[in-house]
């Protein structure tokens, strides 16, 4: 049986993950002002009455259900639709990579921790660049906040994977190390 000590210095690791979650967590809320701004009460006007014949209710504030691609959003001018859009896949994108990130800095950080909360911290920077970026000047400026996420996740993945072999005694055992 192989047994992992954790050092002090895991708890950045718990840091650099928590404070990876709270960030994705906050680049939600531009999208819910922008869903104040174009989905008023005048623009869901609209859909009053055929949304209280089939569900006995107003529309939800907001245009919710409608998350870039539905019947409200394809009734906002262009420009709006874009912006909201923009949002909307910048959440999204890191909503689409969260989870492999913060699993990769706990692996990782269980050996090199400092890496690990390096990384976190990296990517933190990462995706505000991206998030700003995308949000302001479309997906053709999301470049340099991208690579700094790449950079950062190949920072905790490859020591994850590493080590995960090495536990297995792959490393020792067939290549003598």
Request: with cysteine; aromatic share 12%; charged share 15%.
């Amino acid at each position: 049986m192989v047994s992992v000590e954790v050092s002090p210095d895991f708890g950045w690791v718990i840091v650099g993950a928590s404070s990876i979650a709270l960030h994705c967590f906050l680049q939600g809320f531009p999208i819910g002002g922008l869903r104040r701004k174009f989905f008023d009460e005048k623009f869901l006007s609209k859909w009053a009455d055929q949304h209280k014949k089939h569900f006995g209710t107003a529309p939800a504030k907001g245009g919710y259900p409608d998350m870039g691609n539905g019947i409200y959003s394809q009734q906002l001018p262009y420009d709006q639709w874009v912006i909201f859009n923009n949002a909307q896949r910048a959440h999204h994108n890191y909503l689409e990579g969260v989870t492999s990130m913060i699993t990769w800095v706990i692996l990782g950080g269980l050996f090199c921790p400092r890496l690990a909360a390096g990384a976190s911290a990296l990517y933190i920077v990462g995706r505000q660049l991206f998030a700003t970026a995308y949000r302001t000047k479309g997906p053709g400026a999301r470049l340099a906040g991208g690579l700094l996420c790449h950079v950062a996740e190949l920072m905790v993945l490859l020591p994850a994977v590493y080590h995960g072999v090495k536990l297995t005694g792959f490393l020792d055992k067939y290549l003598g190390k």
